[in-house]
């Protein structure tokens, strides 16, 4: 069936720091790929997507490649700032009925 | 445009008590899920609505917990009688359609059970 894993966390970066969080995929078919984000206390804010092959993702300064040949969708920031520390969550949507399946979730801590 | 509304924000109950959850979507949402998020898990799925019609319930604990949509807008989620293990956020989140657009979340209601 379908997957996702994620890199586990907590991830600890200093300011400024160059961020990636893995996250690769088990599919039948061509999932939409998302990167969901949760800050301490909120609900889930979808942080960016993609839908095909190539396609790249970006938004607030992230940005996340899907690679079809890999099957991954890993999350990069070149800058990382305080603000970031948050839960990052990796999906795929199921095609076959649209619903997400999630990874576990990574903690991203950033230190001034 | 207002996000996806839930309350209460927090509740405390004893095991084997009831307790309801409530969800307003975005206005137009026809999708509305129902997710349980247990401390350091991804969300799981618990219930999926299409307008007042229900698509996925299929891991929803159907002897403890149910959910409803009238007339294909509010929604809601109960719990009885409530066990250890069910605390945790349980978050609600609504889309346009079915499709790749992403869901829009509520910020959840945190259950706890002692």
């Known amino acids: 069936g379908n997957s996702v894993t994620q890199m586990e966390g907590p991830v600890t970066l200093s300011e400024e720091a160059f961020l990636t969080i893995n996250c690769t995929y088990t599919?039948?078919?061509?999932?939409?790929l998302f990167w969901y984000v949760q800050y301490p206390g909120e609900g889930l804010q979808l942080l960016l997507k993609?839908?095909?092959a190539d396609d790249k993702g970006s938004n607030k300064g992230f940005e996340a490649t899907y690679r079809k040949e890999t099957t991954s969708f890993h999350l990069e920031k070149g800058s990382v700032q305080v603000s970031d520390s948050a839960v990052y969550f990796c999906?795929?949507?199921?095609?076959?009925?649209?619903?997400?399946?999630w990874g576990a979730g990574t903690k991203l801590i950033i230190k001034p | 445009e207002a996000g996806v509304a839930q309350s209460p924000r927090y509740k405390i109950i004893e095991k084997r008590q009831s307790v309801a959850f409530w969800c307003n979507p975005i206005?137009?949402?026809?999708?509305l899920y129902w997710y349980q998020q247990i401390l350091g898990q991804g969300p799981k799925l618990l219930i999926q609505?299409?307008?007042?019609?229900?698509?996925?319930d299929s891991q929803l604990p159907k002897d403890r917990f149910s959910a409803e949509r009238l007339k294909g807008v509010d929604s809601t989620l109960k719990i009885q009688p409530a066990k250890l293990e069910d605390s945790a956020v349980y978050l609600c989140?609504?889309?346009?359609?079915?499709?790749?657009?992403?869901?829009?979340f509520g910020s959840g209601t945190r259950l706890t059970v002692v």
């Open positions: 999906a795929l949507s199921d095609r076959s009925n649209y619903q997400l399946i």
């Open positions: 206005s137009g949402h026809a999708t």
């Open positions: 993609a839908t095909k």
């Open positions: 609505f299409q307008n007042n019609g229900v698509v996925d």
């Open positions: 599919a039948t078919g061509y999932p939409s």
């Open positions: 989140a609504s889309s346009f359609q079915q499709g790749d657009y992403g869901y829009t």
